[in-house]
């Protein structure tokens, strides 16, 4: 999922020099809800794997 979140990030670069805006903003945003929930799950996933632990 971090993969994508960083794919749709160069893709907003990319669309941001070459001047389509719209574009940009919009894989930004794919991005953005992409990498939260990444984070999410990688918190959740520590938290459960630390709880099996002990």
């Known amino acids: ?3 994508y979140a960083v794919v749709f990030f ?3 670069l990319a669309a ?3 001047g389509f805006t719209g574009i ?3 894989a930004v945003e794919i991005a ?3 990498f939260l929930v ?3 799950l990688f ?3 520590l938290a459960l794997g630390l709880k ?3």
């Open 1 to 3: 999922m971090l993969y």
């Open 10 to 12: 160069i893709v907003a």
């Open 16 to 18: 941001g020099v070459l």
């Open 24 to 26: 940009a903003a919009g």
């Open 32 to 34: 953005k809800i992409l």
């Open 38 to 40: 990444f984070i999410v």
């Open 43 to 45: 918190v959740i996933s």
């Open 52 to 54: 099996r632990r002990r």
